[in-house]
Structure formats: C-alpha cells, structure tokens
C-alpha cells in the first residue's frame, strides 16, 4: 500500500506529540501551512487528536502514535551486521 502525501504529513503531525506525557498537547496555528492544518483536521475526524486544530492526543491516537514512533526508530537505526 503506497503512503500518500497526506497520510505522511499526518504521520508527520503524530511524531509532533510528546508520548512520554499525557499533559502535552498541540495546537496548530492559523498561520501553519495548510498541509499541516489540513492532516490535523483529518487526525481529528479520525478521532486521533482530541480537536481539530491539535488538542491532546485520544487513547486510540496515543497507540498510534506510540506505534509511529517504534517503527521510525527501527527504520532509522543501524543494521547489526
């Protein structure tokens, strides 16, 4: 399954999150770039993200997140050869 270029920013505003805390959330200001305004009212419907210009993150978000972030610390680190 190919990833779209609104699939990768909204994995994009995901990482954004702190996962090491429940007490940090994120706000999107009107003057982001539309892409990011737009995968964070898309995080939001998919009932990832608690609001639609950012929030906290819901429980279903926060595993997902939590996953995104195993995945590119595995993807990015060195091969044991």
């Known amino acids: 399954m ?3 270029p609104e699939i990768v920013t909204e ?4 990482r954004m999150f702190d ?3 429940n ?17 964070t009212r898309r995080l939001h419907e998919k009932q990832l993200i608690s609001q639609i210009d950012g929030g906290y993150l819901t ?4 595993e997902c997140s939590v996953h995104l ?5 595995i993807l990015n680190s060195k091969p044991l050869l």
């Open 2 to 4: 190919p990833l779209s």
């Open 19 to 21: 996962t090491s805390t």
């Open 23 to 39: 007490q940090s959330g994120l706000k999107v200001h009107s003057d982001a770039s539309p892409d990011i305004i737009n995968a």
């Open 59 to 62: 429980p279903l978000g926060y």
């Open 11 to 14: 994995m994009q505003v995901l």
């Open 69 to 73: 972030q195993q995945v590119l610390q």
